[in-house]
């Protein structure tokens, strides 16, 4: 079967893709260099698989590193090519991704996203492997009044970390002028939720930025979460974002890969999102109720980088791939809050 290289593989989003990926029996390269993340997440996953009679250690292989060291990439492909078995895509996830980060400490995030991204693609290059799922964000849209925002709708992100996503996007589009490049540019929209079993979830070893496991603890903690701002030109007054289950997600990422895989080369771009708006105080609500917790909070001001509205129109993605998300606001309530109760360290 197809060997896969994850960059930032032991992240959120990027465990939860291998799960999805080894179920359908891929070899996976696993790449991180743990600074916001856990190798544990992947002790979880074989864990989950054990559960089921299935041995998938041969399968998974990890290799603590960081794109931008050159001689770091080389050797991973250069070990995939000794074991006669060469890397045949990369679903790169790696890079940081806090948008108030990014306004305070715009060169770490150009060093990280785009140089980091640069050196891959050029491996990538270099040994012959030119199929690619980018892990890019929906903040590449930036400020806008539509409603639903479409792959071809104005792309101007409002803060550094949208502006390496573009830029990484447009680096892609221009490599896929040459060669053979298979290249799907996934725009996701705000992942949330965890995986059924409770095992692996959301777990930042720095403060977290996203509002879900920032729900979730100070549901756990009793401790106020600042929502920021209140008069957003909304029902509520709150932001709306478009959630979406994390295991949606990373089905999104293997149905991407396989659509690659089987069709001639081309370069994609897919908005991936429930399409639905909600704000954040339903988001809240609904985690309270479904979990029968309160979650404390005070409003605060607009936070800098922030947008009012993201919310997708996947019907490209439902046409492309004939398939779109299905898991409820209240499943990504239900198994956010699961991960919490079992792991209230996170990874220890």
Not at 167 to 173: A, I, M, P, R, T
Not at 327 to 348: A, F, Q, R, T, V
Request: net charge neutral.
């Amino acid at each position: 079967m197809n060997r896969i290289l994850i960059t930032g593989g032991t992240g959120f989003i990027g465990s939860h893709t291998c799960i999805a990926l080894l179920s359908k029996g891929y070899d996976l390269f696993v790449i991180d260099s743990l600074k916001n993340s856990s190798k544990k997440s992947l002790e979880k996953i074989k864990e989950i698989f054990k559960k089921d009679n299935k041995d998938i250690s041969s399968k998974l292989r990890f290799f603590e590193g960081d794109l931008k060291n050159k001689e770091f990439i080389e050797n991973i492909f250069k070990k995939a090519q000794e074991d006669d078995n060469p890397i045949k895509g990369v679903i790169h996830f790696a890079g940081l991704k806090a948008v108030a980060e990014s306004v305070s400490k715009p060169l770490l995030y150009w060093n990280n996203n785009v140089i980091g991204s640069y050196n891959l693609i050029k491996s990538m290059e270099k040994n012959d492997c030119q199929t690619i799922v980018f892990s890019s964000s929906a903040t590449v849209y930036g400020n806008t009044s539509e409603d639903l925002l479409k792959e071809d709708s104005p792309l101007s992100p409002t803060n550094p970390y949208g502006t390496t996503k573009l830029s990484v996007e447009n680096l892609l589009k221009d490599i896929s002028q040459n060669g053979n490049w298979r290249i799907a540019i996934l725009r996701y929209f705000n992942p949330i939720g965890a995986h059924k079993s409770g095992l692996i979830g959301e777990n930042p070893l720095q403060k977290p930025n996203n509002i879900f496991p920032i729900i979730i603890n100070s549901a756990f903690n009793k401790e106020k979460l600042k929502v920021f701002g209140n008069d957003w030109p909304t029902k509520d007054g709150t932001c709306i974002r478009d959630y979406i289950h994390v295991m949606d997600l990373a089905e999104g990422h293997l149905k991407s890969l396989n659509y690659l895989i089987e069709n001639d080369p081309q370069l994609l771009t897919l908005n991936i999102g429930k399409g639905r708006g909600i704000s954040v105080i339903e988001l809240i609500k609904t985690f309270e109720n479904v979990n029968n917790i309160s979650v404390p909070f005070e409003f605060d001001e607009r936070r800098e980088g922030d947008v009012c509205q993201l919310v997708a129109d996947n019907s490209k993605l439902k046409s492309i791939l004939n398939w779109s998300p299905t898991k409820s606001l209240e499943e990504m309530c239900i198994d956010g809050w699961k991960w919490k109760n079992l792991n209230p360290k996170g990874y220890s």
